[in-house]
């Protein structure tokens, strides 16, 4: 942990939070503002729903491939989280990313994107940073309000295994 000073000497702490603990990730820390990184270093299955909820500060994590469900909400509202290396998960969850306004590129990041079937209601909601979307070849169905207030996006490209796309999605 060590402390920086911000233009207007306030002081902000850089905070590391490792999980080494196997078992389902849970909410312990909701609407954290001061843990920037997160690495999960066990050998968790699950991030149950609303793990990192409004942490606003967080930028960086760190998810294992043994992670093959994200909850509603894990991440929602962490509006500095730039990027994100998902591993091999069938669904992106309601409202998983919604609010997080500085993420771009999920499903270039993915271990294994072929895997993705399903993205459900609000899932990035308000990403204001997605410009593009390549949706992955194997995704079904988009839920509403998917992609929905995502105010940059310029360019989705759809897959031929689409079949739903919900109301108001883009």
């Given at each position: 942990?060590?402390?920086l000073?911000?233009?207007?000497s306030?002081?902000?702490?850089?905070?590391?939070?490792n999980?080494?603990e196997n078992?389902?990730?849970?909410?312990?820390?909701?609407?954290?503002?001061?843990?920037?990184?997160?690495d999960?270093?066990?050998?968790?299955s699950?991030?149950?729903?609303?793990?990192f909820?409004?942490?606003?500060s967080?930028?960086?994590?760190?998810i294992p491939?043994?992670?093959?469900?994200?909850?509603?909400?894990?991440?929602?509202?962490?509006?500095?989280?730039?990027?994100i290396?998902?591993?091999?998960?069938?669904?992106?969850c309601?409202?998983?990313?919604?609010?997080?306004?500085?993420?771009?590129?999920?499903?270039?990041?993915?271990?294994n994107?072929?895997?993705?079937?399903?993205?459900?209601?609000?899932?990035f909601y308000?990403?204001?940073?997605?410009?593009?979307?390549?949706l992955?070849?194997?995704?079904e169905?988009i839920?509403?309000y998917?992609f929905?207030?995502?105010?940059?996006?310029?360019k989705?490209?759809?897959?031929?295994?689409?079949?739903?796309?919900?109301d108001?999605?883009f």
């Amino acid at each position: 942990v060590r402390a920086l000073k911000t233009k207007n000497s306030e002081q902000t702490i850089n905070c590391i939070l490792n999980i080494l603990e196997n078992g389902p990730i849970k909410s312990t820390f909701i609407e954290n503002e001061m843990i920037n990184f997160v690495d999960i270093k066990a050998n968790s299955s699950i991030i149950n729903d609303k793990s990192f909820y409004k942490f606003k500060s967080l930028n960086n994590i760190t998810i294992p491939k043994s992670v093959k469900e994200i909850g509603e909400s894990a991440f929602e509202g962490c509006s500095f989280l730039t990027s994100i290396e998902l591993p091999s998960i069938k669904e992106i969850c309601n409202s998983t990313f919604s609010g997080c306004s500085k993420l771009n590129k999920v499903f270039d990041k993915m271990t294994n994107p072929d895997i993705l079937e399903s993205i459900s209601d609000y899932s990035f909601y308000e990403c204001e940073s997605f410009d593009i979307v390549n949706l992955p070849l194997n995704v079904e169905s988009i839920g509403k309000y998917s992609f929905a207030n995502c105010n940059n996006l310029i360019k989705v490209v759809l897959n031929e295994s689409l079949t739903n796309i919900g109301d108001y999605s883009f």
